[in-house]
Nanobody
């Protein structure tokens, strides 16, 4: 499966953005999907994830209550709605997918086999 992340941009503190991850090549409903981000000089970190059928959903503590992950399997897309953005949310955001995701490793980048190219989110103060 090929993944394409989009929707990034430059926003101000408190604004919202909606990222999208579009899949092609195979049907998406057989894959668990995660969003990760990587800020300059930092390691890639888990942001949010969603199971094959839309559940369960899970979030990093740093985004819980502000970000929402959802999926539309009929459209082969997964979205990340980001509200109340902060400067510390600035990063390149990546979507990733895996067919046989081990739940205990779902927040680890190494658990995902397929990655999109990333989309840059910049939040100015």
């Amino acid at each position: 499966v090929q993944l394409q992340a989009s929707g990034g941009g430059l926003v101000q503190t408190g604004d919202s953005l909606r990222l999208s991850c579009a899949a092609s090549g195979r049907t998406f409903d057989g894959y668990a999907v995660g969003w990760f981000r990587q800020a300059p000089g930092k390691e890639r970190e888990f942001v949010a994830g969603i199971g094959r059928s839309g559940g369960p959903t899970y979030y990093a503590d740093s985004v819980k209550g502000r970000f929402t992950i959802s999926r539309a399997n009929a459209k082969n897309t997964v979205a990340l709605q980001m509200n109340s953005l902060k400067p510390e949310d600035t990063a390149v955001y990546y979507c990733a997918a895996d067919r046989g995701l081990i739940q205990s490793m779902r927040n680890r980048a190494s658990a995902y086999d397929y990655w999109g190219q990333g989309t840059l989110v910049t939040v100015s103060s």
